[in-house]
């Protein structure tokens, strides 16, 4: 806890928890207003779609973001979204549409495609090198700690307010987002225009980073391959539930409950952790091996109670890994390209999830395998990613800068 002694990563941290917080209520009250105007899951899952396919733009929103200055970019960006949900605020409760909302969807979700990779770059730039592993790992805590407070009350004030308010809520959020950011004192300066290349040159400038680094390549193939898995979890954990288990959604909840609360610890502890081990990508080996253990335990022993501790653990490891993967890259990849590399990565990730959704759906549907086995599945993929990190290759994290400056 002692970045948060630090008076600009305090203010960002702060602004940022309250974004998360109403970013969760919003993602509640979403498909559950969906639902209610449409009564079709159809609706329903292109709605969630519209969420998550315009963050792929982030891999060329870097670009911008590279150009521009941090913090003003994150303003602007959360001042936009504000007027979006606002926007759809009124629109919910004035002229309901499921098209119009669909378009302020995908809007509000290409405008903070800019936010995402902005924030990235943002934090190295306010903590010092030794202070990234906590701020990243109390930045992974906030997140669990608004999925917490989503998942405990959403669904009650959605029965009190109305999801429309919701919506009102997270627009406030962003105002106070807004605020904190202009408390924030950076030192920034912006890129002057003739040192900007073609767009699509310094697109494939960040690009290149994946391609050619060897470090950083295993860092992303790792984490893609967790992802694939860890995107479908949630959705096997119910079929299992409602499923073999024959038990109820309070179940699911409970498992929730310790997965966020896992991911809070976590959160919490890494900056002590990180500070402990010689090399940080052994916490990330380790991360990925406990997690591939942990959830192939549960495959073979299949109890619930097995799960409840099971997803705790997963929770920490996840905090753990994440914060750790991101530490590594905003310290290695130079200031000049992290909007395009963090973009990238970003789009990246998002990428995966929907093929592992599709991967996993389609097998149990038509039940090719029996339901734990799935966990084993995932567990393997896990397993897979931590055993990438006993094959060699060069630490070549000292280069990326010559490598950012030179031509294409």
């Not at 904190?180 to 400038?205: A, C, G, M, N, Y």
């Not at 299949?302 to 997803?311: D, I, L, R």
């Amino acid at each position: 806890m002692h970045v948060l002694k630090n008076r600009n990563f305090a203010i960002l941290y702060s602004g940022q928890l309250l974004s998360s917080l109403g970013n969760s209520l919003y993602g509640i009250a979403l498909p559950w207003y969906v639902y209610a105007l449409t009564r079709s899951k159809l609706d329903m899952s292109i709605s969630g779609m519209a969420e998550y396919v315009p963050g792929i733009a982030g891999m060329f929103a870097g670009v911008y973001v590279d150009r521009w200055l941090k913090r003003d970019t994150m303003l602007y960006a959360d001042a936009l979204r504000t007027l979006v949900l606002l926007a759809m605020f009124m629109m919910a409760r004035m002229a309901p549409s499921f098209l119009g909302l669909f378009a302020l969807v995908v809007l509000l979700e290409v405008v903070g495609s800019f936010f995402g990779p902005a924030a990235s770059a943002l934090t190295p730039l306010v903590v010092s090198e030794s202070e990234l592993a906590g701020a990243m790992g109390l930045q992974q805590s906030s997140s669990g700690v608004a999925s917490l407070v989503g998942l405990s009350l959403g669904g009650a004030l959605i029965t009190w307010i109305g999801a429309p308010f919701l919506f009102l809520s997270n627009a406030v959020s962003f105002v106070l987002s807004v605020i904190s950011l202009r408390l924030i004192r950076v030192p920034e300066t912006p890129r002057p225009k003739h040192t900007r290349d073609p767009f699509l040159q310094e697109w494939w400038q960040g690009i290149r980073l994946i391609v050619q680094s060897q470090v950083i390549l295993r860092l992303i193939a790792a984490s893609l391959i967790s992802n694939v898995g860890m995107g479908a979890l949630m959705f096997v954990i119910i079929a299992w539930v409602k499923g073999p288990l024959h038990e109820t959604a309070v179940l699911v909840g409970i498992l929730q409950m310790f997965l966020v609360g896992g991911a809070i610890t976590g959160g919490i502890l890494l900056g002590r952790i990180a500070g402990r081990v010689q090399s940080s990508e052994r916490i990330v080996q380790g991360s990925f091996l406990v997690m591939g253990a942990a959830l192939v335990g549960l495959g073979v022993l299949g109890h619930w109670y097995v799960a409840v501790g099971v997803m705790a653990l997963i929770g920490a490891m996840l905090s753990f890994g994440n914060g750790t993967v991101n530490a590594i890259m905003a310290k290695s990849v130079p200031e000049t390209i992290r909007g395009r590399f963090f973009g990238g990565y970003a789009a990246l990730c998002l990428a995966v999830g929907p093929l592992g959704l599709l991967m996993f759906g389609l097998g149990m549907q038509h039940q090719l395998v029996p339901l734990r086995v799935f966990f084993v599945i995932i567990g393997a993929l896990n397993l897979a990613s931590g055993f990438l990190f006993f094959l060699p290759v060069r630490d070549d994290l000292d280069r990326l800068s010559h490598w950012a400056a030179s031509p294409v």
